[in-house]
């Protein structure tokens, strides 16, 4: 794999159609590597630990864009809303809520996607669809006003079958239409589709995806040992 950031940051970029956001997942990388990735003019970075993260936006530029990518824990949240521009994982409701409360503290607004369960693995996270609905429907998340609900981000199964992975990423799609013309039709900040990885990137945004979240095709493969 070739190791040149630049280069590989260049490559993908020209390969996004237009409207496509990139997030830099940089989880596990030393910030000598995103320093890189900001210097060649990166500036959304994706982290799956709260602390890492924390850690990273402290020793890096501060006009870096940081979406937290991971499993969102509630009694993380306080950590990360000073700082943090954008949640990806918000899988229930008391979750959104909490944000909303950390991010009054801090006077700010933090971006949140609902993260759809999509894949037939029964490991990754997410609401499924009938539990995002209730809570959409239900309506309390009308009253969170330091939260913007951004959209929707799903993970496929982790899989060669092409056929099963972009039928995910279309119901992914599917839902966020729903959901659209539903309860955020006169809500312009609603409009993100978060999916893709480095490998599934391109099925992504065929089905529809206009944010990809790639790391190792930009810094090569995760040594998860040096983490520890
Ligand atoms: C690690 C991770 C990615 C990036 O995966 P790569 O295969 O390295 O591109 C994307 N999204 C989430 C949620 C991740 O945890």
Request: net charge negative; with cysteine.
């Amino acid at each position: 794999m070739n190791m040149d950031i630049k280069e590989n940051l260049s490559r993908i970029i020209a390969s996004l159609p237009q409207g496509v956001k990139l997030v830099a997942v940089s989880k596990t990388h030393p910030v000598e590597m995103l320093q890189e990735a900001y210097d060649a003019g990166q500036r959304i970075f994706g982290e799956n630990k709260v602390q890492e993260m924390t850690a990273k936006s402290q020793a890096l530029p501060s006009d870096i864009e940081w979406h937290f990518i991971g499993h969102v824990q509630r009694n993380k949240i306080h950590i990360m809303a000073p700082y943090v521009s954008v949640i990806q994982g918000v899988d229930t409701f008391e979750k959104l809520a909490e944000i909303d409360r950390q991010a009054a503290r801090f006077n700010r607004h933090i971006t949140c996607l609902l993260q759809l369960h999509i894949a037939q693995e029964e490991t990754k996270f997410g609401f499924s669809a009938d539990e995002c609905t209730a809570m959409l429907e239900q309506g309390d998340w009308r009253d969170l006003k330091n939260i913007t609900i951004g959209g929707v981000m799903g993970m496929a199964s982790n899989t060669d079958n092409e056929a099963q992975v972009i039928g995910e990423f279309r119901r992914l799609r599917d839902l966020f239409d729903s959901y659209k013309e539903k309860y955020f039709n006169d809500n312009a900040d609603f409009n993100t589709i978060s999916a893709g990885m480095s490998g599934d990137y391109k099925l992504a945004i065929e089905a529809g995806s206009n944010m990809v979240r790639i790391g190792s095709s930009i810094f090569g493969e995760r040594n998860y040992q040096l983490n520890k």
